[in-house]
């Protein structure tokens, strides 16, 4: 997706379905920090001639979510109680182990994965390979609109939890 707000959506509606069991903090930055490759790759002008990627490459694969999500998980792990008592202000503060920080991370970066592969042609997901069963599975407007729709329960899901901090 040209538009990595897009993906805050999906990334904010599965990190609160999940809540109990993954890092929030780590769902929504594993949902977003790949899109970091096709915007450096567009802004210098790079090209991935050797992986044959005009703009998403390693980072846009399972492959390259576990590597994504393990240098979250190792930054957040760090800083975890600070998070939490800064967190705890809007009733989203957790408890979060390393392993839960760690796979917050990763289903953030795979579900942008997915996302991306129903529209890019060149997002190979089980990289090296260039297998995309996901491609056109689903139109390119009926990828926003789903985006879309999942990140508004999404936000609502959030304000009911912020909401009954007041209650």
């Known amino acids: 997706m040209p538009l990595t707000p897009f993906h805050l959506g ?5 990190g609160m379905t999940t809540f109990r069991f993954f ?8 949902s977003i920090l790949l ?5 450096l790759v567009v802004l210098y002008n ?12 390693i980072l846009h694969s399972f492959l390259g979510g576990i ?4 240098l979250i998980a190792l930054i957040l792990n760090n800083y975890k109680e600070k998070i939490r008592n800064y967190l705890n202000t809007f009733n989203l503060s957790q408890k979060s182990s390393f392993l839960s920080i ?14 991306d592969s129903f ?3 060149d997002v190979f997901p089980f990289w090296p390979s260039h297998f995309n069963p996901f491609l056109n599975l689903i139109s390119v407007p009926q990828n926003y609109f ?9 936000i609502t899901l959030l304000i009911i939890k912020v909401k009954k901090v007041k209650a």
């Open 10 to 14: 999906p990334g904010l509606f599965f």
């Open 23 to 30: 890092n929030l903090i780590a769902f929504l930055i594993g």
């Open 35 to 39: 899109d970091i490759e096709p915007a």
């Open 46 to 57: 790079l090209n991935y001639p050797y992986l044959s990627y005009p703009h998403h490459g």
């Open 67 to 70: 590597v994504t999500a393990l």
């Open 102 to 115: 760690f796979l917050g991370g990763l289903l953030g970066h795979w579900i942008h994965i997915i996302f």
């Open 119 to 121: 529209m890019h042609y």
């Open 146 to 154: 789903l985006c879309s729709i999942i990140g508004m329960i999404g």
